[in-house]
């Protein structure tokens, strides 16, 4: 399924930032991605991994063999790893993590769990990885209000 955000559509026409569903699809299948590698992929690389599916365990494993082949042919170096999850926090319907729920409390919001758990896991993903101290964060109020939590 291609799903691209709105408050992604600063860079969706480009492709110079990695969209939330390759992101997801990176911590699905273990890869580490810099954002200079992503930009020495050409479009039909970037738009292969925007497409090949990542969910099964044949397809994950399909998709890291790519993506692992894609950065060792466009860079010259090896993919790094990146540790999966067993239970990411982003399938967890039940518990908003503590990061996500600060984040919108510095806005003036308090999610409930009834909305966390009506999310798609993509849509969680997102608020997840926005939420981080170690991002740049200018989407996580966007991302609220694109998903009607606001």
Not at 42 to 58: G, V
């Amino acid at each position: 399924m291609t799903r691209f955000f709105k408050f992604e559509a600063d860079f969706v026409e480009s492709l110079h930032c990695i969209p939330m569903q390759v992101r997801l699809k990176l911590d699905t299948c273990g890869i580490k991605l810099k954002l200079n590698q992503w930009n020495r992929f050409n479009k039909e690389d970037q738009e292969s991994l925007i497409q090949n599916p990542c969910q099964s365990p044949e397809e994950i494993t399909q998709y890291r063999q790519f993506l692992q082949g894609l950065v060792l042919d466009r860079t010259g170096e090896s993919a790094k790893d990146l540790a999966v999850e067993d239970n990411p926090p982003w399938m967890n319907e039940a518990e908003i993590p503590d990061g996500v729920q600060d984040k919108a409390q510095q806005f003036g919001i308090t999610l409930t769990l009834e909305q966390w758990a009506k999310l798609e896991a993509i849509e969680r993903f997102a608020l997840i990885k926005l939420s981080r101290s170690s991002h740049e964060n200018a989407n996580f109020l966007p991302a609220l209000k694109e998903l009607n939590l606001v």
